[in-house]
């Protein structure tokens, strides 16, 4: 499966948009990326997802590159709430090899 | 309303004293995963299963058993747990192959003295 590399830490500013990179340079063609989310302990959260073509949703925007390498998540208007660490993930598409590899994801603290 | 649940949330236990976590999804999902997450790992697969009676070895399996009799139901095995099993553990399912959106449990906190 595409490894992914993210920062470990960002701060933004509330209000502001918050721009998390993910760099998953092996992604194959028929690979999806998913960012999800987990506030403190609780269970990791869907976000949005896409292939190749930029999606946005009630919560987030995804730019995948052209060449699908990377990807950034926005978070528009960014809120205290949305103080968390975010999973960018690309899960397996290949028969028998179905394991799923979170990674430690980035801790974005929003600053008031 | 659509969900995973766990069971317990917190749990307290001593060493080799087996242990069995719950897990029950009501979206008919074939795929069910159970991961542990701990300070500075991240989140990490211990086992999945793509539909009943079909299982196999996440990242991290050692020391942990699972069954899939029932497609809602995927426990989780500790028979001899240890204190490096000390962790918080997610179960998560979802609809399709690959992996589609995965739907989280809320996780139980176990400390394993």
Known sequence: DAKTTQPPSMDCAEGRAANLPCNHSTISGNEYVYWYRQIHSQGPQYIIHGLKNNETNEMASLIITEDRKSSTLILPHATLRDTAVYYCIVPPRNFGNEKLTFGTGTRLTIIP | ?113
Not at chain 2, 73 to 99: K, R, V
């Open chain 2, 1 to 113: 309303e659509a969900q995973v649940t766990q069971n317990p949330r917190y749990l307290i236990t001593v060493t080799g004293k087996k242990l069995t976590v719950t897990c029950s999804q009501n979206m008919n999902h074939e795929y069910m995963s159970w991961y542990r997450q701990d300070p500075g790992l991240g989140l990490r697969q211990i086992y999945y299963s793509m539909n009943v009676e079909v299982t196999d070895k996440g990242d991290v399996p050692e020391g942990y058993k699972v069954s899939r009799k029932e497609k809602r139901n995927f426990p989780l095995i500790l028979e001899s747990p240890s204190p490096n099993q000390t962790s918080l553990y997610f179960c998560a399912s979802s609809h399709g192959p690959n992996w589609e959106t995965q739907y989280f449990g809320p996780g139980t906190r176990l400390l394993v003295l």
